[in-house]
T-cell receptor, first 114, second 117 residues
Framework: NAGVTQTPKFQVLKTGQSMTLQCAQD?????MYWYRQDPGMGLRLIYY???????DKGEVPNGYNVSRLNKREFSLRLESAAPSQTSVYFC?????????????FGDGTRLSIL | AQSVAQPEDQVNVAEGNPLTVKCTYS??????LFWYVQYPNRGLQFLLK??????LVKGSYGFEAEFNKSQTSFHLKKPSALVSDSALYFC???????????????FGAGTRLAVHP
């Protein structure tokens, strides 16, 4: 019972490099999310996908793009990495249409930009 | 603006003692509140939620939370702390102003719980 799977778990990039973070869920959830976690700031929503075929910006979308590849997969792309994007990135999913259901999180990708 | 606050960066408790992790919220309307726990190098795990009904909500791992509307609080509690409860705890509230058809959450900054033997 995998839940939400994120790859890679760790990555170091140089400034200006690009990278795609992968996320897949096996719970048949409609909604998926990308957050970043920084010390003392809790979780901030980068992008979300309320359902397959739709994506929308969250609180901090600048410097990122997303693709909802199918119902299972939601990827996050950094086109030109910057040191300010050093963070821990979490993907989450939820049933979406059923309000007040909890979000389920992956174990995160720890990204360092040098 | 809707928000959630966790006033303590860290809470220290001796094993076997009761613990409380505080959370206060500000929303326009009836709140929908959640607690999550994060262990080192792991994602957030859902503990419990308050939607409506009894003010005392029971959740996973022996945790419970008390909803207090007059004090706009939703404190997390456990009668007897374990060393294994040491983790980062997040309170969250559903963003009621968001009409995108899904459960958009606003998270607090987190409280680190340290349980000492």
């Amino acid at each position: 019972n995998a839940g939400v799977t994120q790859t890679p778990k760790f990555q170091v990039l140089k400034t200006g490099q690009s990278m795609t973070l992968q996320c897949a869920q096996d719970m048949n959830h409609n909604s998926m999310y990308w957050y970043r976690q920084d010390p003392g700031m809790g979780l901030r929503l980068i992008y979300y996908s309320a359902s397959e075929g739709t994506t929308d910006k969250g609180e901090v979308p600048n410097g990122y793009n997303v693709s909802r590849l199918n119902k299972r997969e939601f990827s996050l792309r950094l086109e030109s990495a910057a040191p300010s994007q050093t963070s821990v990135y979490f993907c989450a999913s939820s049933e979406g249409e059923v309000l007040n259901q909890p979000q389920h999180f992956g174990d995160g990708t720890r990204l360092s930009i040098l | 603006a809707q928000s959630v606050a966790q006033p303590e960066d860290q809470v220290n408790v001796a094993e076997g003692n009761p613990l409380t992790v505080k959370c206060t919220y500000s929303v326009s309307g009836n709140p929908y509140l959640f607690w999550y726990v994060q262990y080192p190098n792991r994602g957030l795990q859902f503990l419990l939620k308050y939607i409506t009904g009894d003010n005392l909500v029971k959740g996973s791992y022996g945790f419970e939370a008390e909803f207090n509307k007059s004090q706009t609080s939703f404190h997390l509690k456990k009668p007897s702390a374990l060393v294994s409860d040491s983790a980062l705890y997040f309170c969250a509230v559903r963003d009621l102003l968001f009409s995108g058809g899904y459960n958009k959450l606003i998270f607090g900054a987190g409280t680190r719980l340290a349980v000492h033997p």
